[in-house]
């Protein structure tokens, strides 16, 4: 079993930045693949980035390359995503997610509980 609490959102104007936190808990964290998704308002869940199991890897999504950046400290059981050059299509509440798969897409075993991310114009 493994927990995980996301910190880090915020209310933001557009072109910022914010840098999330989400901190695990349980079954060594190394051994899973980390994602963050978001979920706007009225839309479905999507992937945002991930990170494999050793940070070696990196994978994001078109619309964020560029822009942000996922990492993870194992030492400290975290994984993070910095975002920068915020735009209003980037608010949303966004989930960390946890995954014994090595596939960037999941499936993903255990979720948070989310941090809102409002990017004002």
């Known amino acids: 079993q493994v927990q995980l609490v996301e910190s880090g959102g915020g209310l933001v104007q557009a072109g910022g930045s914010l840098r999330l936190s989400c901190a695990a808990s349980?079954?060594?964290?190394?051994?899973?693949?980390m994602g963050w998704f978001r979920q706007a308002p009225g839309k479905e869940r999507e992937f945002v980035a991930a990170?494999?199991?050793?940070?070696?890897?990196?994978y994001y999504t078109d619309s964020v390359k560029g822009r942000f950046a996922i990492s993870r400290d194992n030492a400290e059981n975290t994984v993070y995503l910095q975002m920068n050059s915020l735009n209003s299509e980037d608010t949303a509440v966004y989930f960390c997610?946890?995954?014994?798969?090595?596939?960037?897409?999941?499936?993903?075993?255990?979720w948070g509980q989310g941090t809102q991310v409002t990017v004002s114009s």
């Open positions: 997610a946890a995954g014994l798969t090595d596939y960037r897409l999941g499936p993903y075993d255990y």
């Open positions: 349980g079954r060594a964290f190394s051994t899973y693949t």
């Open positions: 990170v494999s199991k050793s940070g070696g890897s990196t």
